[in-house]
Nanobody, 113 residues
Framework: QVQLVESGGGLVQPGGSLRLSCVAS????????MQWYRQAPGKQRDWVGF???????FYVDSVKGRFTISRDNAKNMVYLEMNNLKPDDTAVYYC???????WGRGTQVTVSS
């Protein structure tokens, strides 16, 4: 059974940092492209970025220079390091695997003073 579980969300002040984690089970993690998405209240789910099996990364323009995706294949984990957080980053953050198509349940990130 494929399972992705996100963690690390919380409440942070503007300018602060958070590190999200996503642990995968039931898949061959090393061959997956791992993606992060986010969904703000009342809005559609938007793509944030991805990391390829070889470690290449790509991000949406709004988070470039602030967010970093990394992975640890030995632990079946992918990370989203978020710095200089802004109120507009408030959302539920999800990880997704492909080609084994699976989503986690998300973790809430709230950026507020």
């Amino acid at each position: 059974q494929v399972q992705l579980v996100e963690s690390g969300g919380g409440l942070v002040q503007p300018g602060g940092s958070l590190r999200l984690s996503c642990v995968a089970s039931g898949i061959i993690f090393s061959i997956q492209t791992m993606q992060w998405y986010r969904q703000a209240p009342g809005k559609q789910r938007d793509w944030v970025g991805f990391i390829s099996p070889s470690g290449n990364t790509f991000y949406v323009d709004s988070v470039k220079g602030r967010f970093t995706i990394s992975r640890d294949n030995a632990k079946n984990m992918v990370y989203l390091e978020m710095n200089n957080l802004k109120p507009d980053d408030t959302a539920v953050y999800y990880c997704k695997s492909s080609p084994t198509d699976s989503w986690g349940r998300g973790t809430q990130v709230t950026v507020s003073s």
